[in-house]
């Protein structure tokens, strides 16, 4: 059976859209706020609200589908098998709480494996970041024009100073190298959003050592439509049920930044 993909993207971006109101009207109001596994690790009432709302409607309209959420309320989810709904019900919880802003909705639909809708959203901007596997990437409906190549000492990079403490898999020193050689770092604290802005050229790589689906799911897809490249640190293929390493860049960055974690 063929599935129009258009047509369950129209469906979920006006899910995303209903989800990002809520969370704005949320800000108003007193969050519930408690940690996972450590302090840093917190969710909200609102995570786990918006989560559930979006897997009420996916199994209300599409029952065959599965659901791999953040918070636990959607299913077990070992293989990439059939179409499975990666969610993000908020991406950046930590600027969600302290901020106010710089967080994400971030909902990607995989089948079979293969990515074949992104959608990010930024209530607080008004940006909707969208794509369907070869269609093109948008934000509100204006095409994303293609990445054109670039490299590292032009480029401003994302990176978090916490991976320069003491992560295994990040070598510091070349971290420290790869921080002199860009024209600039930054760091936004929502995965989501920093691959969305590599697409749109705000960014022209990102990389960190570990994200879960839900974290990358959507922005595969976008990344991919542009033109960007998204790959492990070792160079390979993301596994779409797997946690794992991320570096997404524009052509001619990411080749420059695998050396800097190989
Ligand atoms: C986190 C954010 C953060 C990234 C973490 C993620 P969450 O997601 O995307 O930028 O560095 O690895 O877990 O927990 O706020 O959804
Ligand atoms: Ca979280
Ligand atoms: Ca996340
Ligand atoms: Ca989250």
Redesign the pocket.
Known sequence: MRVGWREVEEKAQEWVREAGALLLASLKESLVIETKTNASDLVTNMDRHIEKYFIERIQRTYPTHRVLG?EGYGDEVASAEGTIWMI?P?????NFVHQKRNFAISVGVYHEGEGMIGIIYDPVHDEMYHAVRGEGAYCNGVRIAELQPGNVAEGVIAV?AMWLTENPKVNAEKMAALVREARGTRSY???ALEIVYVATGRLDGYL?P??SPW?FAAGAVIIQETGGIITTFAGRALDPVQKGSVLVARPGVHPQLLEYVK
């Open positions: 953040e993000d908020i991406d950046g919880t930590m978090n604290g929502c995965a960190t570990r994200l974290d």
